[in-house]
């Protein structure tokens, strides 16, 4: 039983990478949606595997190092690749560079947050800041034209100059020093109020079809305008 508790996060943490290369093969064989959606039960496990980790205290550098290198595929590469063959594959050569930045940009702020995380003693709890956006919310967010297209809000959303102002403006938030407010941080004992009402706009979002993706495309971009407020907030905090 021990033995199984202590692998059920790096298991969790598994599951997410195959939701992410699951996302890649849907979007190869052109179901976009399921690619979407496949992204998004990575993120979800992404949020769980640390709870789990530190709820059953079987956090483990081994799980670390693999939930940085499954982050760095579910959410760099396969969101990325995703919306390139989605509104870029036929576009100019040059927009391959802005995917390529979005992934580097990627890679290159989980390696940001691992440093942080080892100068840390011990087991750290998660964070109330991130020092910018975080890897599984940014590629979400990356995503989100094609959540609004699952919409039926037009074809304009798949302009190839709209995604890579995407690719590009995402890809910067995520190597930049803005403090964004951690999702981890709040746990549901301290705020039963939030996750409850989250969960019934989740629920009624399914029943409505086709709401899902409007709701979550309107959720991450409450998400986005919510950081000039964390910023103050964290210089309010610092200054306490």
Not at 112 to 133: H, I, K
């Amino acid at each position: 039983m021990n033995s199984f508790v202590a692998w059920l996060p790096s298991s969790i943490t598994l599951l997410g990478l195959s939701a992410g290369l699951s996302g890649l093969r849907a979007a190869t064989l052109g179901e976009w949606e399921q690619a979407v959606m496949f992204v998004l039960l990575a993120a979800l496990c992404d949020g769980l595997d640390g709870r789990v980790a530190r709820y059953f205290k079987v956090s483990s550098e081994f799980g670390a190092q693999l939930d940085s290198l499954t982050d760095s595929i579910c959410f760099g590469v396969t969101p990325a690749l995703i919306l390139y063959l989605w509104g870029l594959q036929d576009a100019s050569a040059w927009s391959w560079l802005a995917v390529l930045f979005f992934i580097l940009s990627c890679v290159l702020r989980l390696a940001r947050f691992n440093l942080s995380q080892q100068s840390a003693p011990g087991t750290p709890a998660p964070p109330r800041f991130f020092v910018g956006l975080a890897s599984p919310v940014g590629a979400l967010l990356l995503l989100t034209p094609m959540m609004l297209f699952f919409s039926g809000l037009g074809h304009w959303l798949r302009a190839p100059l709209l995604l890579v102002f995407c690719l590009l403006g995402v890809g910067a938030l995520m190597i930049s020093r803005i403090p964004t407010l951690s999702i981890k941080h709040l746990s549901l004992r301290e705020h039963p109020m939030f996750w409850g009402l989250l969960a019934l706009a989740l629920f009624w979002a399914f029943a409505l079809g086709k709401a899902f993706w409007l709701t979550l495309a309107l959720t991450l971009f409450a998400y986005l305008l919510s950081i000039p407020a964390s910023t103050w907030y964290a210089q309010f905090v610092r200054s306490r």
